[in-house]
């Protein structure tokens, strides 16, 4: 079956400008994780969503980011006035539920110049 | 504390070794400590996994021992083969709320020579 999908695959942007990043995950999955991993480094949290609600965004690094998962499927990072700190690949990862095993997508590299 | 600490950043070993990664943590909280392999352009995989109630664990070539009074688990890759080659992720996970998100190390680059 289809594994988690997320486009686009590369997104390179100006300083300032806004981005989307979207994510499909595994169908019949209730739960979705976007985490972000920089260069050299282990994946680092950021939202996690149990349906259509962002039930801990805890890890989100300040207000610039934002996601929605409107009908408990399809996802979208929002990303605001992109800093060339937000360079990074972003992960998205979906489970059965959240007791179970976070099947990860291959990731979307965000450069920002 | 969520830190996980994870050793050596880089590895290489002969086709045929043993491949040893260590990971120690903090949180005593954590329930459940997963290894990831992932491959240049694609995301984690999980390869194994673990809870604190058994100190071993074995998958094939692949073994996670746990040490819950030192708070280290370590991965341990017998037979080790060039496409075994990869950067592995120790991860530690708890509930948190609703949300059971994953600290991940930093990472360990493996290597298997021909």
């Known amino acids: 079956g289809a594994g988690v999908s997320q486009t686009p695959s590369n997104k390179v942007t100006e300083k300032g400008k806004y981005v989307e990043l979207r994510c499909d995950p595994i169908?019949?999955?209730?739960?979705l994780y976007w985490y972000r991993q920089s260069l050299g480094q282990g994946p680092e949290f950021l939202i996690y969503?149990?349906?259509?609600?962002?039930?801990?965004d805890s890890g989100l690094p300040n207000d610039r980011f934002f996601a929605v998962r409107p009908e408990g499927s399809v996802s979208t990072l929002k990303i605001q006035r992109t800093e060339r700190g937000d360079s990074a690949v972003y992960l998205c990862a979906s489970s059965l539920d959240r007791a179970n095993e976070q099947f990860f997508g291959p990731g979307t590299r965000l450069t920002v110049l | 504390q969520q830190q996980v600490k994870q050793s050596p950043q880089s590895l290489i070993v002969q086709k045929g070794g043993i491949s040893i990664i260590n990971c120690a943590y903090e949180n005593t909280a954590f329930d459940y400590f997963p290894w990831y392999q992932q491959f240049p352009g694609k995301g984690p995989a999980l390869l194994i996994a673990?809870?604190?109630?058994?100190s071993e664990k074995k998958e094939g070539r692949f073994t996670i021992s746990f040490n819950k009074s030192a708070k280290q688990f370590s991965l341990h890759i017998m037979d080790s083969q060039p496409g075994d080659s990869a950067t592995y992720f120790c991860a530690a996970s708890m509930q948190s709320g609703s949300a059971r998100q994953l600290t991940f190390g930093s990472g360990t680059q493996l290597t298997v020579l021909p």
């Open positions: 969503f149990q349906g259509t609600g962002a039930a801990d």
């Open positions: 673990i809870r604190p109630d058994v």
């Open positions: 169908s019949g999955h209730t739960a």
